[in-house]
């Protein structure tokens, strides 16, 4: 029984460890992740800003070309 008992002990432990390390990754990503989607806002921005210059008509990026 004890033995049962260290061994449950044991695999909690482990499985908490790896839990914490998910954790810690996951909180990374996100981080990542809002500094990628910033950074993209802004190189649209940018773009559409560019169009307006060269261009001086809205922007339709976000629009399907008329062939689709």
């Given at each position: 029984?004890?033995?049962?008992?260290?061994?449950?002990?044991?695999?909690?432990?482990?499985?908490?460890?790896?839990?914490?390390?998910?954790?810690?990754?996951?909180?990374?990503?996100?981080?990542?992740?809002?500094?990628?989607?910033?950074?993209?806002s802004?190189?649209?921005?940018?773009?559409?800003?560019?169009?307006?210059?060269?261009g001086?008509?809205?922007?339709?990026?976000?629009?399907?070309?008329?062939?689709w």
């Amino acid at each position: 029984m004890t033995d049962r008992i260290l061994q449950l002990e044991e695999q909690i432990a482990h499985l908490t460890r790896t839990v914490e390390e998910l954790s810690d990754i996951v909180a990374r990503q996100e981080t990542e992740l809002a500094v990628l989607n910033r950074r993209s806002s802004m190189l649209m921005e940018r773009e559409a800003q560019r169009e307006m210059e060269v261009g001086g008509t809205v922007p339709l990026a976000d629009q399907r070309p008329p062939h689709w």
